[in-house]
């Protein structure tokens, strides 16, 4: 029989030794393994028992669940800001870069000639997101839309919105500027659409309103700079005279140093030249227009004399005068020489070099015919005035001397009784002695 090894020998020494000794309890980590191994097998165990729809449920409890994690993740990572409405904002970057791409999307379908696609986006936006900081923007984009498909009418509208309810946000002035380009369309003998079929309704009180209120809206800006300008050209070419006079004052007024201001002026002379028609009526336009003309001549004498500043002076003078000469005509239509002569006298002496003048000191002799010659004698010598602005001598057949008063009659004397020297009665004091008892 062989002997056994020593390494055997060794190992029943250490079992027995084993034996021999008080058990020791295992360590808390080989528990945990124990009983986690357990449990997983345990766990297996049953899972084998259940039939396929049990697995399918536990399946999709454990997606829901799953889902749910990602959720709550998500919405750690958003950021919300309180709006002015007291509203919560999801301005998180993966919403604003998600809200910038439909808008994007919308711009896209419009410059690729699908403005209908391009305002639907706009519309699902406005809808989709009632207090996003974008809104106006969409606004925008839904009006460009419109007016690429020709209802720039209902694109005003879009444009308004902004205007009224964001006048904060970067697409206030882009608004405004639409507006502008539909306006200057309006003015410019554009129809609107009836009921967005045919373009048969005049659009010019839309256009005008639209020039004031960019006025209002933006002042001191070069936009409303130019509705400024724009709006007087309007009324100037439509020969509202008195209303382009006014309109190229204010734009003169609010904008003192822009490129425009010796086109306003000259169109503001013009306008009050243009509105004077005639003797009949009213010459303070002429008045505005030569007060206007020597401040340019005095301001800027190389553009006076271009338009020929010195000739309309002239004309202004010429047209005074003859409005002065009608007047005393129609004085004397209604048979009053007296104001006849007075404004003679007073056209002679403003205007001494007119050619109305000349007409009146013509007709002066006829007038002062029918005249008193106390009133005559207070007037100027018409008889030097003929000879020196006429060269004509005085005609000895015209009398120049007036109409004679009437003798004022005396009044009747009454002798005196007795010594005493009583004065007239009046018809008062005699009907009262008569009524004395």
Same mark, same amino acid.
């Given at each position: 029989m062989a002997r056994p090894s020593r390494s055997r020998w060794a190992s029943r020494r250490v079992r027995s030794e084993a034996a021999t000794r008080a058990p020791r309890p295992f360590p808390a980590t080989g528990l945990n393994v124990i009983k986690t191994f357990i449990t997983s097998h345990c766990t297996i165990q049953a899972m084998n028992d259940f039939d396929a729809i049990n697995l399918r449920i536990l399946a999709l409890s454990l997606l829901a669940v799953i889902g749910m994690s990602f959720q709550q993740a998500r919405a750690q990572s958003q950021d919300f800001e309180l709006g002015p409405d007291d509203?919560?904002?999801?301005?998180?970057?993966?919403?604003?870069?998600l809200r910038k791409n439909q808008l994007l999307s919308a711009r896209r379908a419009i410059l690729e000639?699908?403005?209908?696609?391009?305002?639907?986006?706009?519309?699902?936006?406005?809808?989709?997101?009632?207090?996003?900081?974008?809104?106006?923007?969409?606004?925008?984009?839904?009006?460009?839309?419109?007016?690429?498909?020709?209802?720039?009418?209902?694109?005003?509208?879009?444009?308004?919105?902004?205007?009224? +309810?964001? $006048?904060?946000?970067?697409?206030?002035?882009? #608004?405004?500027?639409r507006e502008f380009? =539909?306006?200057?369309?309006?003015?410019?003998?554009?129809?609107?659409?009836?009921l967005s079929l045919f373009r048969i309704v005049p659009a010019t009180d839309e256009a005008q309103e639209l020039l004031i209120r960019?006025?209002?809206r933006l002042p001191g800006s070069r936009l409303a700079e130019q509705a400024g300008m724009a709006l007087a050209d309007y009324y100037f070419r439509v020969r509202d005279l008195r209303m382009a006079a006014e309109a190229y004052d204010l734009f003169l007024e609010n904008y003192p140093r822009s490129r425009?201001?010796?086109?306003?002026?000259?169109?503001?002379?013009?306008?009050?030249?243009?509105?004077y028609r005639g003797p009949r009526y009213d010459s303070t336009g002429l008045q505005e227009a030569r007060l206007r003309l020597e401040?340019?001549?005095? +301001?800027? $004498?190389?553009?006076?004399?271009?338009?020929? #500043?010195?000739?309309?002076?002239?004309? =202004?003078?010429?047209?005074?005068a003859g409005k002065l000469l009608s007047t005393a005509r129609y004085y004397l239509s209604i048979d009053d020489p007296i104001s006849a002569e007075y404004t003679l006298r007073a056209l002679v002496k403003r205007y001494p070099n007119s050619i109305a003048s000349l007409e009146a000191l013509r007709e002066i002799p006829g007038i002062l015919a029918r005249m008193p010659e106390t009133v005559v004698r207070m007037g100027p010598d018409y008889r030097a005035l003929r000879k020196e602005k006429l060269g004509i001598p005085w005609d000895e057949d015209t009398d120049l001397t007036g109409v004679i008063d009437a003798p004022v009659p005396s009044l009747p004397t009454i002798p005196a009784t007795t010594g005493e020297t009583r004065l007239p009665e009046s018809d008062t004091q005699i009907e009262s002695s008569e009524n004395t008892p």
């Open positions: 509203r919560w904002k999801d301005t998180s970057d993966e919403q604003m870069t000639g699908n403005p209908q696609r391009g305002r639907d986006l706009a519309s699902a936006f406005i809808d989709r997101y009632p207090n996003s900081p974008m809104r106006a923007d969409a606004y925008l984009i839904r009006g460009d839309a419109l007016m690429a498909m020709g209802d720039e009418y209902e694109a005003l509208f879009e444009f308004e919105e902004i205007a009224r +309810n964001y $006048p904060n946000s970067p697409a206030f002035v882009t #608004a405004l500027e380009e =539909i306006a200057q369309q309006y003015a410019n003998g554009r129809y609107r659409k009836l960019i006025q209002e425009d201001v010796n086109k306003a002026r000259l169109r503001l002379i013009y306008s009050y030249l243009a509105d401040d340019l001549r005095a +301001n800027e $004498p190389g553009l006076a004399q271009r338009i020929g #500043a010195e000739s309309l002076l002239v004309r =202004i003078y010429e047209s005074d």
